[in-house]
């Protein structure tokens, strides 16, 4: 670029005044559910000013050109807009609570399946999830030595992930850690401390955005968690985006599991379908449905409780059942930017299950049922049944595939992804599953071969072609979600 054709870019003043300034804010604001910018003018037309500045944009309405659907630029604006503070066993009342109630209860209850799943919604740059995952080492390790375990980091910041992934961090970050503890689990490198592998094992991390991906998920791998911990990330949101949030939390947690908020977050009404539990400096919320109702663990020294596993598949929400499959079938990866999550409680959370010992079979519709109430295992048996009648069926493979997930049965789910693969190569669902599959066992090249055929399979479809009828899911939606997958394994293969 010559000086002469340098655009000249906007001062905060020519921005503030600028009539696309609204519209901005606006996209801004639906994107991230940041409602905080909504009386913070100023700051966001800084961030947007040096937006324009590095992509070379004199104005506003050129800026919001760049911000198209599945855009680079809006990850670039998001990680300057999101705000990352966070710290290694940040407010240590909550982690005691962790340790001595919340861990204790779900190991127990989690014994036969030897199964856990915990969530950190919002991780920033990971020490969140690294905490637990030290904690679940260094005081569970034994009791959970040959276990299925996953702490999940989540966030909107591409960036953060990337450096939540790296595990690098500066000395500020263990600002309340015990040395000798950082001493222990990290190793000095220049004038950083990189996570010990040990503590990394369990942890994985994926892009989620808590306002546009819909959740619970089966298909993105956010269901049927023990634990989710979600702190100091909806301070920033509108009250009617909280409202809308905290039943999906409820949604996404298995009967018995605990969600844990911020300590500034208790508005206790806004947990009213949660058992609330008071400890020391901390309040903890438990899914506790009548089917498995059970006391919570006492404060001071919490007895274990041998009771049956709870086996929960968080609701199906339009997974597609008994469609058409000659049709190109894609899930309900994303909620349209139209489509609120339930703002009333979910329909499980009163339905009363299915008798025990209840007639298995009937088919997919039957299956999803089950899951949809929370049996589990009941859900696995009628899939069987399915498949001794009709082993042909791939949807039937499917969802038997999602069922060995959510037990912790790998081996069993890829075996089950494949067969529905070959017995229909056009069901884009099973190939988008084996990807995330592999992308969590670390296979990036293989993941992306998988995450290629559900480009292949969408091909020839527009964008707007609404594919999951209830949910309004569009083929643009799921094309934007296996892009955002390739972006992220492109830097790995
Ligand atoms: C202040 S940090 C909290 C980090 C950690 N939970 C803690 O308490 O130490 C807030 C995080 O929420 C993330 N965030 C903001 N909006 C989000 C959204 N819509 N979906 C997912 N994460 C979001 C930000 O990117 C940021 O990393």
Redesign the pocket.
């Known amino acids: 670029m010559t000086l002469d054709d340098s655009p000249s870019y906007p001062t905060v003043q020519a921005v503030l005044a600028d009539p696309t300034f609204a519209r901005l804010k606006a996209l801004v604001i639906e994107t ?3 409602a905080f910018y909504r009386d913070k003018n100023e700051d966001l037309a800084q961030i947007l000013v040096a937006r324009m500045i590095e992509v070379a944009v004199a104005g506003c309405d050129g800026y919001l050109e760049l911000l198209a659907p599945g855009a680079d630029e809006m990850d670039a604006l ?1 990680a300057e807009l ?6 290694f066993f ?1 407010h240590k009342e909550q982690f005691d609570a962790l340790r001595d109630i919340i861990l204790p209860d779900v190991i127990e209850r989690n014994r036969p399946l030897r199964r856990l799943r915990i969530w ?6 990971g ?2 999830p690294y905490s637990i995952a030290i904690m679940l080492e260094r005081e569970f390790g034994a009791r959970i030595a040959d276990w299925h375990v996953t702490v999940l980091g ?4 591409q960036k ?1 992930l990337g450096r939540a992934r790296e595990g690098r961090y500066d000395q500020w970050a263990f600002r309340t850690m015990p040395e000798e503890i950082r001493a222990a689990c990290f190793t000095k490198v220049g004038n950083q401390w990189q996570i010990n592998q040990q503590y990394k094992r369990f942890v994985k991390f994926q892009y ?5 991906s819909r959740f619970p998920s089966i298909i993105d791998n956010i269901a049927g968690f023990d634990i989710i ?5 909806i301070i ?1 949101f509108s009250p009617e985006t909280i409202e809308d949030l905290i039943p999906c939390f409820h949604e996404s947690l298995s009967d018995g599991g605990w969600l844990v908020m ?1 300590h500034a977050e208790p508005n206790q009404h806004l947990f009213r379908h949660f058992k609330t539990v008071n400890t020391p400096g901390a309040v903890l919320y438990q899914r506790v449905d009548g089917f498995h109702a059970r006391p919570p663990a006492p404060v001071a020294a919490p007895a274990p409780v041998v009771k049956p596993p709870s086996l929960v598949l968080p609701r199906l929400t339009a997974l597609d059942v008994g469609r058409d499959v000659t049709r190109p079938m894609v899930p309900p990866m994303i909620r349209s930017a139209k489509a609120k999550p339930p703002s009333a409680p979910a329909r499980s959370l009163v339905k009363p299950p299915p008798p025990p010992g209840g007639e298995v079979g009937g088919g997919l519709v039957r299956i999803r049922e089950l899951a949809d109430c929370g049996q589990w295992d009941a859900a696995a048996a009628a899939c069987d049944a399915l498949l001794t009648s009709t082993p042909m069926d791939a949807w039937g493979h499917f969802y038997r595939a999602m069922i060995h997930e959510q037990v912790g049965q790998a081996e069993e789910c890829e075996k089950a992804l494949r067969r529905a693969i070959y017995l229909d190569r056009r069901l884009v669902l099973p190939h988008y599953h084996l990807g995330l599959f592999l992308l969590r066992r670390d296979d990036a090249i293989a993941a992306a071969k998988a995450f290629r055929n559900v480009q292949a399979l969408l091909k020839d479809y527009p964008d707007d072609g609404l594919v999951a009828d209830a949910d309004k899911i569009t083929v643009g939606q799921m094309r934007e979600a296996v892009d955002m997958h390739l972006k992220l394994i492109g830097g790995a293969i």
């Open positions: 991230t559910g940041m998001v999101t705000i990352g503070e966070t710290y940040r950190s919604a919002g991780c920033a740059t020490p969140e989540t966030d909107i910041n953060f989620h955005n808590l306002i546009k911990i979600c702190r100091n990330v920033y911020g």
